[in-house]
């Protein structure tokens, strides 16, 4: 079973201003993803996510061009083999570069959905899983800056949903921050576990000011407050409480993850399957923080595909944490892209991995079509 093509489809929509949300970097104006489609011999086609690295056509580009060309004829059950030609041929030679990295992420993606859909098994037991509930906590490009009060109104629907925790987004402020926190923990009490996102918005100085507050509110970790090559910030802001540091999903492959686990300050990791390297190198990180009892809660919030696939890698791997349910609103990529749903909510706060093979779901190339790549930021 030889892998003849390779195609990337870069695809964006805008979103509409009154579905527009607020975060550390920005408000965002469009959504983008770039959707991977690989096809064998016997007529085999695996589909799958590269994250766009807000720059969905390039990352296309190099999917369509370089990678392709490196990959087409291989065996396309030989997942290692593939990565590793990438790896001796891009990544080893060039660096731990993100545009590769999050490029193969689709690719091999793709692959096991080619496994599974050439064995009949879902993914999650081609990896040796079980398909049992996994947690999830309501995040996604949603739960903003808005004010204390609409805020509480958004989580209390997503409670009513079925969800037992929420992302909320901070670095604002630290003032606006804390009080958005509390204004959360007063509604809901303790028995919601609130999870804080600054998304690289934090200054050392800020960190400093949030986090004994964080750690009164009973907060579950705080992600990204500063960006992911500033090592020295991190271990200041974990010397000012004891809410744990989260992290991972702008880190690449597992060399990067291995010093982020050796340095000691990041305990709650999170890759990203659509950019660390795809499902091959997730299970090496997700092998290596295991050595280290450190949990794995991969970042995802594009499409269904990379969504549905990181359900499958959580029920298959013996450190897997929470599953980051995409609750934004209007995600067509999500909706319409996929089909069936990558996942719903359960009454007990957990969703299940598909039982269709491969990752368990269809693309609408209809879709794709209709919706070419737009060109510039995401955010402003």
């Known amino acids: 079973m030889r892998i003849v093509d390779v195609k990337a489809y870069p695809t964006s929509f805008p979103v509409p201003p009154g579905a527009s949300v607020t975060l550390g970097i920005g408000r965002a104006v469009k959504r983008d993803a770039v959707v991977v489609k690989v096809v064998t011999d016997d007529g085999l086609v695996g589909w799958a996510e590269s994250h766009h690295g807000r720059s969905p056509g390039a990352v296309a580009h190099h999917l369509n ?4 060309q490196l990959v087409l004829g291989l ?12 790896y001796q041929m891009q990544l080893g030679s060039h660096g731990l570069g993100a545009a590769t990295a999050i490029a193969m992420s689709g690719l091999d993606m793709a692959l096991w959905d080619i496994r599974g859909r050439a064995t009949g098994w879902p993914l999650y037991r081609l990896l040796g899983g079980a398909g049992r509930p996994i947690p999830a906590y309501a995040g996604g490009v949603s739960l903003g800056w808005q004010e204390p009060e609409a805020l509480v109104e958004e989580a209390r629907a997503l409670v009513a949903a079925g969800y037992r925790a929420v992302k909320l987004r901070v670095g604002d402020s630290p003032a606006r921050d804390l009080a958005r926190v509390a204004a959360v923990r007063k509604a809901f009490g303790d028995e919601l576990t609130i999870l804080v996102d600054a998304n690289t918005g934090y200054r050392v100085a800020d960190a400093r000011q949030v986090m004994p507050g964080f750690e009164a509110q009973g907060v579950g970790w705080l992600e990204e407050p500063f960006p992911a090559h500033d090592h020295r910030s991190y271990a200041m802001a974990a010397t000012f409480g004891r809410v744990p540091l989260a992290a991972g999903e702008n880190h690449y492959t597992r060399f990067e993850f291995t010093r982020l686990i050796e340095d000691r300050v990041i305990s709650i990791l999170q890759p990203d399957l659509s950019k660390t390297g795809g499902v091959t190198e997730a299970l090496r990180i997700a092998a290596l923080a295991s050595a280290w009892k450190l949990s794995i809660n991969p970042h995802t919030s594009m499409t269904g595909l990379n969504m549905a696939a990181s359900i499958h890698f959580l029920a298959a791997i013996d450190n897997g944490g929470y599953f980051e349910g995409d609750v934004s609103k209007g995600n067509l990529f999500r909706d319409q892209l996929v089909s069936p749903a990558p996942y719903q909510i359960g009454p007990d706060g957990c969703v299940r991995p598909l039982e269709a093979p491969g990752i368990g ?15 510039g930021p995401g955010y402003i």
């Open 75 to 86: 065996d396309a059950t030989d997942v290692i083999g593939v990565w590793t030609r990438i």
């Open 65 to 68: 061009t370089t990678l392709r």
């Open 361 to 375: 779901l269809e693309v609408d190339e209809k879709f794709l079509a209709a919706h070419p790549v737009i060109e």
